[in-house]
DNA sequence: CGCCTCATTGACCTAGTTCAATTTGGGTGG
DNA sequence: CCACCCAAATTGAACTAGGTCAATGAGGCG
């Protein structure tokens, strides 16, 4: 409830942090003391209209924000005006949490749609590398699978084309927002324009129209007002070549890498 | 001295980091305890011939590498074959910090020339958070530049074509460079053949020489057998669209994003 | 109803690819 | 020092994915 308070602060309100949780859980052993410290740790809410600018570029910033409900993106202009979304981001997502130790943002922040967030002042990442290091690696964690999606998103604009291109974007989108529980039946929602999409992944929205047919009519994909349906996300995947290993999803390798520590330096997660 | 021993350890040659150190101290405030603390964590030298692969896609990883001398670059192949490389990094950047928090690696890491780097294992970096949360944030800052740089690469291959692609890439190498004092005269060393600064840009090995041949025509960078020469680094950028903010080299800004949490927790920089 | 944004279509144009040959410049062995 | 080799650079000439321009439809909404 938004009227929660913890040591005399308001706290986020019970279920904002819910789909982060999930998140990591779906990585990580995470433990009720984690889960508190972090919800204790958070401020409670702020609504977002479609449009506004959450973070603009270059200005300083002492907190980040976890996106409980919507989604935004990351986007930057050319000098020539065009504009890129680097990245687009789903309920349970950290927006900004690289804010943290970079101070200030190298990129904007826009809502795609109406959205809520919760806050966690940089002072509070403070705390908790000093309290509970484990889940401080956890928010490090965190930023670095943006990175890994950026890499991809790399790789997905400078090798492959045309519709394979289109496809990889909507498996990604497909299986993050599976994590939080966003996919019934193949369907997902997704708030974007035939144009933003082809801000992302750099085509004109004529040429992104005419992929989408493309995909349609080979029976991978349905995409109309901001719906999106895949038949077989098996074949969509194939078709495009993609491979989730860079979302950091599936379990032990990397488990093991952050609870390694934790052993040796006894901290609890429990 | 390669024969350097503390705590009973091998520990990193000296100068070994020096590069780094340089590279931390263009940014921010750098205590020598802090940068003790980290020589004394670091391993003695692996070397590497051109070719190698250092870290392999997929593969566990138990501690980070600094690269002190040499270049190497990440890559990842698509199903079809392709090669994509997603950042060249240069001496004195940790090369996978990342795998600290991520357990495993999403690309792998060639070298592009023989080269050699220095360990930290990830045991040391918990160290280092309980010890020196400060000296903990700049590593982690460390990676949030390379997640930086990837943005900015989103938004060249995405956004920008031809000769401007090209140029840009050719500011980023320069001003990285100039960072570690690898840069003479607008001159500096790029070990990549014509068919590898295509793999990075999302261009054909042919289409590749045609741009280098048009900026050289434009008098704008010259690039012959690994050397760049940049006759005026200003008009580079500016042709380019190049803003080196999201470097994150200059000032005061996140600097003081950093310091905040040090004051607060008195941890000292001195 | 009228407006406005977004989706869709068609025709033409160009940046970049593809294929295929030729040249260049180090290295290497004799 | 020369003959040879090989990877990389360079050139030319078709070819095509994707961009550009311009017009038309279609849904939502005051």
Redo the contacts with the bound molecule.
């Keep these: 409830m938004a009227g929660d308070f913890a040591n005399g602060r308001r706290v986020a309100p019970t279920g904002s942090v819910d789909k982060f949780v999930k998140a990591v859980r779906k990585r990580f052993a995470f433990s009720d003391a984690e889960e508190r410290m972090l919800l204790e740790r958070m401020s409670g809410t702020t609504r977002f209209s479609a449009g506004d600018v959450l973070v603009s570029e270059g200005s300083p910033v002492t907190f980040s924000s976890l996106l409980s409900d919507g989604f935004v993106c990351r986007e930057k202009m050319t000098d020539s005006g065009h504009r890129q979304i680097a990245e687009v981001t789903v309920p349970g997502d950290f927006i900004d949490l690289h804010s943290y130790p970079l101070g200030r943002l190298d990129h904007s922040i826009t809502a795609l749609t109406d959205c809520r967030t919760v806050r966690l002042y940089h002072e509070d990442i403070d705390a908790i590398i000093q309290e509970r290091p484990r889940l401080a690696r956890i928010l490090w964690f965190a930023t670095m699978v943006d990175a890994s999606i950026h890499r991809e998103w790399i790789v997905n604009l400078g090798s492959r084309?045309?519709?394979k291109?289109m496809a990889h974007f909507f498996c990604e989108m497909y299986y993050r927002l599976e994590v939080v529980d966003m996919v019934r039946d193949g369907t997902f929602f997704l708030p974007?324009?035939?144009?933003?999409?082809?801000e992302a992944l750099?085509?004109?929205?004529?040429?992104?129209?005419?992929?989408?047919?493309e995909l349609r009519a080979a029976n991978l994909l349905e995409y109309?007002?901001?719906s999106a349906t895949v038949a077989d996300i098996g074949e969509l995947a194939s078709f495009a070549g993609f491979d989730p290993d860079y979302l950091y999803l599936g379990g032990a390798r990397h488990r093991a890498g952050l609870d390694r520590a934790d052993h040796q330096y006894g901290a609890s997660t429990r």
């Design positions: 084309k045309g519709a291109r974007l324009t035939q144009g933003q999409l082809g750099g085509f004109t929205p004529v040429h992104t129209n005419r992929l989408l047919q109309r007002s901001h």
